[in-house]
């Protein structure tokens, strides 16, 4: 449709750009016919081609499609420079300029890039909403190859944390940016503090499927060696949909269960999945996670049964001579009871009034 569009000649298409232009600028899908009776001879080519639809009785006009008036109008903006930012600052209070910018900006940029990225500098103005600039920082997110006037304008407003955290957001899966964030940027960030370094954890889950030997070598420098930080080590590497098993990747899950208390469910989670690749190697992590945990216990041992048995301290032997009283119950008439697990494997059922002679009695 579009290829048709850019073939109608000058008159056909000087209409359908003044049509759009007028439409934007009345927040309208429709215009009344009798706006355009000097030129009723091309309107009715542009109906019989498939370009407009006119509606006799109402006398209005309007495009065929949606999408080709969003063409339409992303079209005219490539006529003079400036003339998109200008209608978006002009209309940004109007509910409908989100989908004409995003179309434009994506139009624009496929078409003409140069134009694009000076329209885009141009944009990023003071007088620009903000939900006008989120969605600029949106649209330069799902790049995979982004130009030099976008990472140009990312860099310009990189250290501002109202566009940082969003941009961190937006950029997530795309290559490009993950490569122009590796060098400096991106480790930086996994320097801060874990709350800080958090921002960093989804570009590297995404980035594991296309650059995980450069991910894992920035999580062994800057977050493996700082035990605070081993909960985002662990989502990563455990809980993430990309992240490799193998005996480099138990190394690394072994390190950080010995020394950091974990949930007995992701511990659990996470050796069934390595077992079921590297099932010599799952064993590797529950024990490290136990030796942790009993660690962590005999720590909250009291100091004055320190120099005792500290093992009854933890876990009194008692516990585990505990036998269970004998339970018995009527079911019908019938009388049944739990029976000594030293004598009796199962329990036993007798047709009569009285429990069973063989229960154990504590």
């Not at 409908?96 to 890039?113: D, E, F, K």
């Not at 269960?257 to 974990?262: E, G, K, M, P, V």
């Not at 989670?269 to 099932?279: D, F, G, K, R, V």
């Not at 030796?291 to 041992?301: D, L």
Request: hydrophobic share 45%; with cysteine; aromatic share 8%.
């Amino acid at each position: 449709m579009g290829e048709k569009v850019l073939a109608i000649p000058g008159e056909r298409k000087t209409l359908l750009l003044g049509m759009a232009r007028r439409m934007a600028e009345e927040e309208m899908l429709w215009l009344p016919l009798a706006w355009f009776e000097d030129r009723y001879a091309t309107v009715r080519e542009l109906v019989a081609e498939g370009m407009l639809r006119l509606d006799e009785g109402s006398g209005r006009l309007q495009f065929r499609h949606q999408t080709l008036y969003e063409f339409v109008r992303a079209r005219g903006f490539l006529d003079r420079l400036g003339s998109l930012t200008q209608a978006i600052l002009a209309g940004q209070n109007s509910i409908r300029i989100r989908p004409q910018l995003w179309y434009a900006l994506q139009h624009t940029r496929q078409v003409s890039p140069e134009l694009y990225q000076q329209e885009l500098a141009r944009l990023w103005s003071p007088d620009l909403r903000p939900h006008l600039r989120m969605l600029l920082i949106e649209f330069l997110g799902t790049q995979r190859i982004p130009l030099a006037g976008e990472t140009r304008l990312a860099w310009l407003n990189y250290d501002d944390p109202w566009f940082q955290r969003r941009f961190l957001n937006a950029v997530v899966g795309s290559p490009g940016w993950f490569e122009n964030l590796a060098p400096d940027r991106l480790p930086l960030l996994m320097a801060q503090p874990a709350e800080t370094a958090a921002l960093a954890l989804p570009i590297l889950e995404q980035a594991m499927a296309f650059a995980g030997g450069e991910v894992l070598a920035m999580v062994d420098q800057y977050w493996l060696p700082h035990p605070d930080k081993d909960t985002l080590t662990w989502r990563l590497l455990a809980m993430g949909n990309t992240a490799p098993l193998d005996a480099a990747c138990v190394d690394r899950l072994e390190r950080i269960a010995s020394r950091t208390d974990l949930a007995a469910w992701t511990i659990s989670h996470t050796a069934s999945q390595i077992s079921a690749l590297l099932p010599n190697l799952a064993p590797r992590l529950v024990v490290a996670w136990l030796n942790q945990q009993w660690h962590k216990a005999c720590e909250a041992v009291p100091e004055s049964v320190k120099n005792g048995d500290e093992i009854e301290a933890v876990a009194p032997v008692a516990t585990f001579r505990e036998r269970p009283r004998p339970l018995c119950w009527k079911v019908g008439s019938f009388m049944t009871c739990r029976p000594s697990p030293r004598r009796h494997p199962r329990p036993s059922w007798k047709p009569s009034g009285r429990c069973s002679s063989n229960c154990w009695k504590p």
